[in-house]
Nanobody
């Protein structure tokens, strides 16, 4: 089994910062893409940021210049540093990883989600 364990999240004021971390563990041979998605009530889940194993990144237009995604391949972790947070960033954030399992096959795995609330 593969698990993605998230940490971080919480309540912050507009303009504040927050750091989300996600660690993948289990029957992992390697991980290709990793990323963060978010979902607000009444809206579909959307990509926030993604990063390939080689370090190529992709950001939603709404977070460019404010969020930074990074990863540590040796630790199978991905981090989302969120700065200059806005009320519109409020959502449940989900960690995602494309995992090549030791038994073979590539599968998408998701974290349980962590709430980020930006409010004054």
């Amino acid at each position: 089994q593969v698990q993605l364990v998230e940490s971080g999240g919480g309540l912050v004021q507009p303009g504040g910062s927050l750091r989300l971390s996600c660690a993948a563990s289990g029957s992992i041979f390697s991980i290709n893409g990793m990323g963060w998605y978010r979902q607000a009530p009444g809206k579909e889940r959307e990509l926030v940021a993604a990063i390939t194993r080689g370090g190529m990144t992709n950001y939603a237009d709404s977070v460019k210049g404010r969020f930074t995604i990074s990863r540590d391949n040796a630790k199978n972790t991905v981090v989302l540093q969120m700065n200059s947070l806005k009320v519109e960033d409020t959502a449940v954030y989900y960690c995602n990883a494309d995992v090549l399992r030791r038994a073979g096959g590539i599968y998408d795995f998701w974290g349980q989600g962590t709430q980020v609330t930006v409010s004054s």
